[in-house]
């Protein structure tokens, strides 16, 4: 409900169209509401309207824009509209009626309803029509939506407001306001607060008082009266926690419907806006941990009271004497400080800036990251790693462990547990140079050194366990056939182990896949062992197939690709020219140039006949280049690099002119 007070859709207001105060009169959406048709009626629901030119007299930080997903009609020109939105399936706006000064394109097509009603519409580059019966816009998925709302304007159809009460009695409810929203559910209309309450439907609305103050109401209609109960009175009030109020709300209960009003302090919540609350906080990486404190500079931020501000070290509040540092105020380029025994391995530190519109807060996270070396003997599955930092650490607080696949930050979730782990340090003060093992390490493990845990906010070095080898390929787009080539690395990613030249290993243990299945060859039908250099070549690979190639006993990935063509560019003053690689059709080939006003496209075909090949050049000229929208260019600037793209989805090469 509160989102739908803000605006779901919001623009910046014209600064240049200061809004004046003006006095409350009442907005009627009849012109709008009557084209609403009944056949777009679900279960779940929400009905808004909103008279843009009341609305635009208040001046809002952000003001409201109407629901348009078209470049080709100017929102500026939108008095009002009415917007339904669907949820009972899936989230869907099946159609939305605009109203004011508004034009279509002059390429339309001319048609009438069933009914007789005549209407012009066009399909737009977005999915969807429009149309427009010369008094209002009616934008739908379809055409029968459309024609149904033409023809229940003119009374020749059933209407929505006819066929669901409910949301007519809800848009009623504020009827002076300017901008209303009502929802009904099959399920739960409102917050997840009042998910014990049965509710009929709810409603939001705003009204422009003068151009520094907006009325907000939230009213909901209940089932049963017995349930407007003080908690949920409280928790309608707490719907304008995040918005700057003059007063606190009143509330009115008549029976089952319960209502919330407050004045809106549009003067306060622009000032809001215009302060850059302090935050961005830095913490030099090589500090003195014989200091008595750690300093933190303050990146950014205008001069904001120290009482306005929160410090939170770890979670909990930290004490403004010690941290605030003798200042008033706080503003970019200020230091504050912790005391330094209070400062370990992965702590959390932010500031809140606590305003009417609620807070603003910026966090950072002290000594995140610890150096560690490691080395990994796939054949007895050991993992040593060796501490590489100067820092402390109190080993009792530090675990090793190793996750059969990588963690994924879930918020509020529990992540994996690890398939092994240990506490190699317990009792001791982790130093540079010590080291420690962990046994049953899998090939593509993912290798967590945790501060007192193991879960993803915990780890302070994370490393896979990689299998030796790793595998390149080179693809023939004429002949479609792949060459996928193992290459070693001293064993163990040891560089005082074997030498990558005697790394020697079993074909069995590699596999190539192609789509995700077993490629047609494999290294064990050339070789018994593998060492660097090892070569296999697979015919009949099709342009746009997924290569990988796993350590087979685990599929961890060794090295991947997508098969397709590749051209080598050269770039001098305004000409491209192919230098090398595949000869492809003109005709499936466009460049995308990057320039200093934007950038463009230039079908090659228009350049270059048959196939542009090893010699073969184009030369952009800012007359030959359509932007965006398809419109010609008169000028592109300074080209910073041209990318080719081969049967529109393939990039195959790129140019860099000479800096």
Do not use: C
């Not at 629901?45 to 080709?72: F, K, L």
């Not at 050991?382 to 994924?408: H, I, K």
């Not at 599929?555 to 997508?562: F, P, V």
């Amino acid at each position: 409900m509160a989102a739908a007070l803000a605006g779901s859709t919001v623009a910046a207001p014209d600064e240049e169209n200061v809004p004046t105060a003006s006095t409350t009169t009442e907005s009627t959406f009849d012109d709008v509401l009557a084209y609403l048709p009944a056949s777009v009626v679900e279960d779940s629901m929400i009905v808004s309207v909103t008279d843009y030119e009341r609305m635009r007299q208040a001046d809002q930080p952000y003001g409201p824009s109407p629901p348009i997903n078209t470049s080709e009609i100017d929102a500026s020109n939108v008095s009002k509209s009415a917007l339904v939105t669907s949820y009972t399936d899936e989230y869907s706006q099946p159609v939305t009626v605009l109203a004011g000064d508004i034009e279509l394109p002059e390429s339309t097509d001319s048609s009438e309803t069933d009914a007789g009603v005549e209407y012009e519409y066009y399909e737009p580059e977005s999915d969807g029509v429009i149309g427009s019966d010369g008094d209002v816009i009616v934008a739908s998925a379809d055409r029968e939506t459309i024609e149904a709302a033409f023809d229940a304007n003119a009374d020749e159809g059933d209407r929505l407001l006819d066929a669901e009460s409910t949301i007519e009695t809800g848009l009623s409810t504020f009827e002076e306001s300017d901008a209303r929203y009502v929802q009904i559910s099959d399920e739960q209309p409102t917050s997840g607060r009042l998910e014990d309450v049965d509710i009929e439907y709810s409603v939001t609305a705003q009204t422009v008082l003068d151009a520094d103050t907006l009325e907000m109401s939230i009213g909901i209609e209940l089932e049963d009266e017995s349930d407007a109960t003080d908690e949920l009175i409280e928790t309608l009030e707490s719907e304008f926690a995040y918005a700057a109020t003059t007063d606190e709300p009143s509330v009115d209960v008549d029976g089952s419907f319960v209502s919330a009003t407050v004045e809106r302090d549009l003067a306060a919540e622009r000032a809001v806006r215009e302060h850059d609350s302090p935050g961005f906080l830095q913490v030099e990486r090589d500090f003195d941990l014989d200091d008595d404190v750690l300093e933190i500079e303050i990146g950014r931020g205008d001069p904001t009271p120290i009482e306005d501000l929160t410090l939170e070290v770890g979670g909990e509040p930290y004490d403004r004497d010690i941290w605030a540092d003798g200042h008033g105020k706080l503003e970019e380029g200020d230091t504050i400080v912790i005391d330094m025994d209070d400062v370990e391995p992965n702590l959390s530190v932010s500031l809140s800036h606590d305003h009417e519109l609620g807070s603003s807060s910026s966090g950072t996270t002290i000594l995140s990251h610890f150096r560690f070396d490691s080395s990994f003997d796939i054949d007895s599955g050991e993992l040593t790693v060796e501490y590489a930092e100067e820092f402390p650490l109190d080993g009792d607080q530090v675990f090793l462990a190793a996750f059969e696949e990588r963690q994924e930050y879930r918020m509020n979730e529990e992540g994996p547990e690890p398939r092994v782990s240990t506490q190699p340090w317990d009792g001791k003060t982790l130093s540079k140079g010590d080291t420690a093992t962990l046994e049953d390490v899998d090939a593509g493990d993912e290798i967590v050194i945790g501060w007192e845990g193991t879960d993803y906010d915990d780890s302070i070095w994370r490393h896979r366990a990689n299998p030796p080898g790793r595998a390149r390929f080179e693809y023939e787009y004429d002949s479609e056939t792949l060459e996928a080539t193992l290459e070693f690395d001293p064993l163990g990613d040891d560089p005082e182990s074997e030498s990558a030249d005697d790394v020697e290993r079993s074909a069995a243990e590699y596999e190539l896949l192609i789509d995700g299945e077993p490629a047609d060859t494999q290294w064990t039908d050339e070789f018994d062992t593998v060492s660097s250099g090892a070569t296999i070549e697979v015919d009949e690979v099709a342009v746009g197939s997924d290569v990988e190639a796993v350590w087979a006993d685990t599929g961890t990935r060794i090295g991947g690709t997508r098969t397709q063509p590749s051209i080598e560019f050269e770039y001098d003053d305004g000409t491209v020219e192919h230098v090398g690689g595949d000869a492809l059709p003109a005709a499936d080939l466009e460049a995308e140039i990057w320039a200093e006003n934007g950038r463009y496209t230039l079908a090659l075909e228009d350049e270059v006949d048959g196939d542009f090949e090893d010699g073969e050049s184009f030369t952009i000229d800012a007359e030959s280049v359509t932007d965006r929208n398809d419109d010609d260019v008169e000028e592109i600037g300074t080209v910073n690099h041209v990318s080719v793209r081969y049967n529109g989805q393939y990039q195959v090469g790129y140019a860099f002119p000479d800096r």
